[in-house]
């Protein structure tokens, strides 16, 4: 009885409230949208759980029990009965390329393939019926997760010969599952003047045989040796919707896109003009010269597009052998990576971002290109000790010195970390550091949280499925999907549940300064929820793989229901 006359006070209440939507503005108590019958993890601190929830606009009116809320359900209400299924904040992926999604929808998909044969066969296929001066581009290839490795012949790579063979007169050029090497055959080469005579680039690595000729494989720096044709406009608005499809059917319902250009900053204000992102998207400028011809951060009025960051690259990855190590790699001693930008720009940038209110996040992989961002982010810091909440990023956070490990909560650092990465990189990682340093610096979440350090979570996508589900697996398990762990996961590392879920939610939010308006689900924050087919935070972990994405609600609309189409 208590329960409905607190509610029939709030519903009073409420009518004396303005709910803003955009430029209109409407009085009411009735809600658009009642989630009833659920497990509600609200992450907030003060009601951890809840049954149901009322939406009003695009706000969360009341958090409670099925009492609660039905003094809010009206003739227009939409009630969607959770029938006791979980239901948490929207999530958030807090790196990810979302062009990029919808580009590896529309070109060769290499994701999974066995070996050598299966790239040539998939080349082949998409060989069929091209146009004279089209291009074959593709990405996904990863030969650490090859069955078939008989042709890792030069530096643990295979050479463009077989594929050059196959198609000799199509230019074709396919990039590693992580974006820091790609694989040229010999017309691409040929084209681009790439011969036994190219010079590696600084920040980069044209890999050759015995006999100083290329072998096709280009790493970091090195692939801008290559002038791949530029999607058409209409191309890449089928990328870019392609892209949010495929998030929304996973969940997510806020994207970090890490490093996008002027053009790409361009298209995404047009979608956001129009009404049609779908979910909110947080944007980080490309590189130093993109962040200052922006001036400032923006956002747009609508709430679902901000511009307040800007993406640096400290190094190449762990898997090309691009990442910048104190010591040389172990199954490659005459190499110890390298640095993509040079120290001074990333100090540059950290510079500019503290004087004019730029989010500055820095990919960093290995344990040196970590320590050179601390140490350039640091210095910038001492110039602008007023700046007190910079929030600066590092993204990855791969490999660590435990010495630096402190140094993050000193200085205030986000570590955006992809849980998914650490099943996908440990199997081999000891094979490329040594077992003794992956373990003490591989993908270390519980050192980095046992310091105060704020670890949000994500994919990386298309490097990794976009699935937010396989991700928290990863961080809760430290196992394979199969669910037997590899090569020393180093289980002791794991995150909670609970840590894994704030990952992707409330500290996702704080990631990106949206802590206030999302990732917890409590009355005047926005309504961005995800609704799970099974309670993650309690089914057994042999069980989590086996969740689906019900509902995707942003801003109070469903936007996607499983089995059905996007909604209005």
């Keep these: 009885m208590r329960k409905s006359v607190f509610a029939v006070i709030i519903a009073g209440i409420m009518t004396m ?54 003094p809010f359900i009206g003739p227009d209400t939409r009630v969607i009965d959770l029938e006791g299924q979980a239901m948490v904040p929207g999530l958030k992926e807090s790196h990810g390329h979302l062009m990029g999604i919808g580009v590896a929808k529309m070109t060769v998909d290499l994701v999974g393939i066995s070996g050598y044969d299966e790239l040539i066969e998939r080349v082949l296929a998409a060989a069929e019926g091209i146009e004279e001066g089209e291009w074959i581009t593709g990405r996904g290839w990863h030969e650490e997760k090859w069955s078939d490795r008989s042709s890792l012949t030069v530096r643990g790579f295979m050479t463009h010969h077989r594929l050059s063979e196959a198609v000799p007169d199509i230019p074709v050029f396919l990039r590693r599952a992580d974006g820091h090497a790609a694989f040229a055959n010999a017309r691409t080469m040929e084209l681009m003047g790439i011969d036994r005579d190219t010079q590696s680039p600084e920040g980069g690595d044209v890999i050759k045989d015995a006999d100083g000729n290329p072998t096709g494989i280009l790493v970091d720096k090195a692939m801008g040796l290559v002038n791949v044709p530029s999607f058409t406009d209409n191309q890449r608005r089928q990328a870019l919707e392609l892209g949010i499809q495929e998030c929304l059917a996973n969940g997510i319902t806020m994207f970090d896109d890490a490093g996008v250009g002027l053009d790409g900053i361009e298209l995404y204000k047009e979608y956001a003009d129009q009404g049609k992102l779908d979910m909110r998207v947080y944007v980080m400028a490309s590189n130093l010269h993109t962040m200052r011809a922006l001036q400032k951060p923006w956002s747009h009025a609508d709430g679902f597009l901000s511009v307040r960051a800007v993406k640096m690259y400290g190094d190449g990855a762990l898997g090309s052998r691009g990442a910048w190590l104190l010591e040389p790699y172990h ?34 992989i290995g344990d040196r290109g970590n320590r050179m961002m601390l140490d350039m982010y640091e210095k910038a810091m001492k110039e602008f000790p007023h700046v007190k909440d910079h929030r600066f990023r590092d993204e990855h956070t791969q490999i660590l010195d435990e010495a630096d490990i ?66 928290f697996y990863a961080s809760v398990t430290r196992e394979r999907p199969d669910g037997t762990p590899e090569g020393g996961m180093f289980g002791d590392q794991r995150m909670s549940r609970h840590e894994a879920l704030r990952s992707y939610t409330l500290d996702a939010a704080f990631g990106s300064f949206h802590e206030d308006l999302l990732g917890s689900i409590e009355p005047g924050k926005l309504a961005d929820f995800t609704v799970l087919s099974k309670d993650i935070m309690t089914v057994p972990e042999n069980q989590i793989l086996d969740t689906e994405i019900l509902y995707t609600i942003v801003d109070g609309k469903v936007r996607y229901e499983r089995g059905r189409a996007a909604m209005p």
């Design 17 to 70: 409230v303005w709910f803003a939507g955009g430029e209109a503005q409407v009085r009411k108590s009735s809600a658009d949208l009642a989630l009833i019958n659920g497990t509600v993890y609200t992450m907030d601190g003060s009601r951890p759980k809840a049954q149901a929830v009322a939406v009003i606009g695009n706000r969360i009116a009341v958090v409670g029990v099925n009492e609660d809320v039905e």
């Design 331 to 364: 199954d490659d001693p005459g190499n110890s990576g390298f640095y993509t930008t040079p120290p001074d720009s990333i100090y540059e940038a950290a510079r500019y971002g503290l004087e004019h209110g730029w989010q500055v996040c820095t990919h960093a």
């Design 406 to 471: 402190p140094r993050f909560a000193r200085l205030g650092v986000i570590a955006s970390m992809q849980g998914i990465h650490a099943t996908s990189d440990l199997p081999w990682a000891p094979d490329r550091l040594g077992h003794a340093r992956t373990e003490e610096g591989g993908y270390v979440w519980q050192k980095l949280l046992k310091e105060g350090v704020k670890i949000i979570n994500g994919t990386d996508a298309p490097v990794e499925d976009i699935s937010p589900i396989a991700s």
